[in-house]
Structure formats: structure tokens, C-alpha cells
């Protein structure tokens, strides 16, 4: 891995670069406050003409939070862990699609990309082999379906207390397996025994992991993202187990120092952690 200021040596705020940002544990701390040190940083980049993206597996409501304590509005964000690209906003440089249904959000936000799946088989594994996890199903067409209760204030937007024959839909965009009495390295362990195959997963910082289609990811998401843009370098920042393609994918990939080891060894740099306002370091560099 090399040093921060040599990987970030050649890059700069303006047109020519999109930045790909994590949310949780990158942008925000794993509490959910905000720097103000990393909200300017962020829109200082915005003002310069940087492309700064949203790539994270939060949902439409739950990107749309995050959007709105930025002060952002008018960008594109990659949802879902890629399933999803939509235009938040009314801004006329966007390219919005299908305006997405007011059970998700009220919010002015359409549809530029979206890949939906199946995943009832492996949610009946889950519900069978995990028993006391709890399951959310989120779609482009009705609020997220649980089969049980999550934690205060982990899920936003609306959520439906669901029987576990009524969690899937015909559009259903990611699948969140929440296990608060395992860890993320026993529920990561647990997921594997179950023998799931023909979906992607990845787990966060805590007992909790996500289900996207087959060969999709945050990369994918970026990748389409900077076809519209026409940004000619890239950059990803992030900290958990689904952001490691994308770190991978981009010119330079920077890694939180909150992140656990494997998820370093995508990375072509490390940022100071979280709590240290490492994001607002790597940012503040470029401009």
C-alpha cells in the first residue's frame, strides 16, 4: 500500500474527476453524525466541477438522507450496492428515466438504471437456517418489507411488517440479512454454511449483510455513472466489505483506517479513520 499524498499525487478537483463516496463509516460516523470539516470538503469539490457520487447500499430514502444533510441536490447517487442509479433532484443537466413510486419517496427522484432479482430461494434458506434474523426487502415499487423488527433507526423510509411468503416482489433491488446477536464475522461465516450462490453479498461494519444481483456492485454503478458524466479519472473512498470493488475498479482507491484487513488489500491507499475526519484529508487534498 502506498502513502496517501503519492497515491493522490496527479489527481484534482474540477470536470475531469469523479470521486466515488461510501456513506456509512466513510462520510458519516458509525453513529450517523456528520464533520462539517467533511461537508465542506465534500462541496468544495462540488463547486469545483468534481463529479462526487453517492455510491453506497443505502436505499432510495436512505440515500436521499444523506443527500439532503450534505446540502446536495441535482447529482446522481449509486443505491443499493449498484442496483440502482438515480437522479436526485430536478436539475435539468440530469437524466432522469422513471420517476420512482411517492410509497418509497415524495422526494424529485427518477430512475436511470435499475437491476432487480429473485431472491426467494435464498431467503428461505435464511429464515430456516438463521431463525432469529431479521430480513428486509427493499423494491422499486412498494416500502421495504421486513419480517421482523430491525434496531432503532437503522431502516429508513417506510417499512411493512411482512409474512416471510410476502417479503419478495417482481422488482425487488436488495435483500438486508440483520443478525444484532452475531457478529459480522459469524453471520459472514453463517451465510457461507447456508451454501447461497448466483447473488452477490457483502457484510458491513456490524452483524448485518447485504443480498444484490448477480455482478452487481457499487463498481458497476460508478462505472455507468462516469460514462454519463464523461469524467476521465476516477476515485473511490470507502471502509466496508461492499465497497471493495470499488476500490478496486477506480484509478485510485482509498481506504478508511476503520476498515477491517482484508478489505485494505483492494486499496491503493489508506485514510485517517472516520473519527479523524479522514475523508475531509483525502479531499482537501485536491483542491
Known amino acids: 500500500m502506498r502513502e496517501l499524498s503519492d497515491a493522490l499525487s496527479g489527481l484534482a478537483a474540477g470536470p475531469d474527476l469523479l470521486i466515488g463516496l461510501d456513506v456509512d ?9 456528520l464533520s462539517p470539516r467533511v461537508r465542506d470538503a465534500i462541496l468544495a469539490h462540488v463547486a469545483a466541477g468534481t463529479h462526487v457520487v453517492i455510491a453506497t447500499g443505502r436505499g432510495i430514502a ?30 435539468p443537466g440530469l437524466a432522469p428515466t422513471t420517476p420512482v413510486s411517492p410509497d418509497i419517496t415524495d422526494r424529485a427522484v427518477h430512475i436511470v438504471r435499475v437491476h432487480t432479482f429473485d431472491p426467494s ?52 433491488t436488495r435483500v438486508t440479512i440483520r443478525a444484532p446477536h452475531m457478529t459480522a464475522m459469524e453471520l459472514l461465516d453463517a451465510i457461507e454454511a447456508l451454501g447461497l450462490r448466483g447473488i452477490e453479498y457483502a457484510v458491513g461494519w456490524s452483524a448485518w449483510m447485504d443480498l444484490a444481483p448477480a455482478g452487481i456492485s457499487k463498481a458497476v454503478g460508478l462505472a455507468d455513472v462516469q460514462k454519463i458524466v464523461g469524467a476521465r479519472r476516477t476515485l473511490t473512498v470507502g471502509d466496508s466489505g461492499n465497497d471493495c470493488e470499488m476500490l478496486a475498479w477506480a484509478d485510485t482507491g482509498i481506504v478508511m483506517a476503520n476498515s ?9 491507499a489508506m485514510a485517517p479513520h472516520v473519527d479523524d475526519d479522514g475523508l475531509a484529508v483525502v479531499l482537501e487534498a485536491l483542491l
Open 121 to 172: 430461494a435464498e431467503i428461505a434458506k435464511v429464515l430456516v437456517g438463521l431463525p432469529d434474523a431479521a430480513i428486509a426487502v427493499e423494491s422499486m415499487s412498494s416500502a421495504t418489507r421486513i419480517s421482523a423488527p430491525f434496531p432503532v433507526g437503522e431502516l429508513s423510509g417506510n417499512v411493512v411488517l411482512s409474512a416471510p411468503d410476502q417479503l419478495v416482489g417482481p422488482d425487488t
Open 25 to 33: 463509516g466513510t462520510i458519516f460516523h458509525h453513529d450517523t453524525s
Open 260 to 268: 477491517r484487513p482484508y478489505i485494505r488489500e483492494f486499496a491503493d
Open 62 to 91: 436512505g440515500t436521499q438522507l444523506a443527500l439532503d444533510a450534505l446540502g446536495l441536490s441535482g447529482v446522481y447517487a449509486v443505491c443499493s450496492n449498484g442496483a440502482i442509479i438515480a437522479a436526485f433532484g430536478e436539475d
